[in-house]
């Protein structure tokens, strides 16, 4: 009998498929015809390893860190927070549940409005994940600060790819828009015509945002109407716009709710 020191290791990356290129071989397969098995033959289908790399480019093309990558529903802490806090993320699931069916429509969108640390970008990120992991759906996230900095300091070409991709991508999360810097939105005339310009091509093409913003509706239709009439009519079912309470703030809520006391 052989012992295992005499078994030779393996080469292959994949023991399914051996490496024959992400397919593999299953004999005697079903057949079906008119909604019966009328016959069995050997069939090649694609191997869990091709699925996964499809999966990990996925990932690595979405931008989204791999902290990021962690945010799901089931870890969105629910124990105690405001009902408001709790219809955004009630709306959230709903979107996400209702993606297939809202998908090509005109209003497949979805806005989270309010202040820092109510779990606005904590929820699109759940959406986002699921999307990637369990219906192999391409996401990008657009954080808004971080991408257009990028984008007017590198090269013309690296702002042109940006911009190509935000617009194609079957999903584009737009995080943090015109985000407030020093109490007031930053929105300079060049950001106002990049967002124009990738929020109106979606808009035309019926393709989903994923949008997060501390702006109410109204300042940020009074900053740029024409971008912000876009998002809303794509968002309209799905709009959420929690006003401000410092006591819904994550970050600061434990705070509060000792000098409560």
């Known amino acids: 009998m052989m012992s295992q020191e005499d078994i030779a290791p393996s080469n292959f990356e994949c023991e399914t498929c051996k490496d024959a290129g992400g397919w593999t071989e299953l004999r005697d397969a079903d ?52 009902k408001k806090i709790l219809n955004m993320a009630k709306k959230a699931k709903q979107y996400y549940d209702e993606f297939k069916e809202i998908r090509k429509t005109s209003q497949n969108g979805i806005a989270l409005l309010g202040q820092p640390g109510i779990g606005k970008t904590h929820l699109l990120m759940a959406i986002s994940n699921n999307l990637m992991l369990k219906k192999h759906i391409p996401v990008m996230y657009f954080p808004f600060v971080t991408m257009t900095s990028e984008m007017r300091a590198n090269q013309f070409e690296k702002e042109e790819m940006i911009t190509r991709k935000a617009k194609e991508i079957d999903v584009l999360f737009i995080d943090d828009l015109y985000k407030p810097v020093a109490g007031k939105p930053k929105a300079s005339e060049w950001e106002q015509l990049k967002m124009y310009d990738i929020v109106n091509y979606r808009y035309l093409n019926r393709k989903p945002i994923l949008l997060s913003c501390e702006l109410d509706p109204a300042l940020l239709l009074a900053i740029d109407e024409a971008t912000g009439s876009r998002l809303f009519e794509m968002t309209q079912e799905f709009t959420v716009s929690v006003e401000k309470d410092f006591r819904l703030n994550y970050r600061t809520r434990k705070l509060f709710n000792k000098e409560a006391k």
């Open 31 to 82: 057949v079906f015809g008119n909604g019966r098995v009328v016959r069995k033959e050997n069939v090649w289908v694609e191997c869990s390893c091709a699925k996964q790399r499809k999966l990990e480019r996925l990932i690595n093309g979405s931008h989204i860190t791999q902290e990021f990558q962690k945010m799901r529903f089931e870890n969105f802490v629910g124990e105690g927070l405001d």
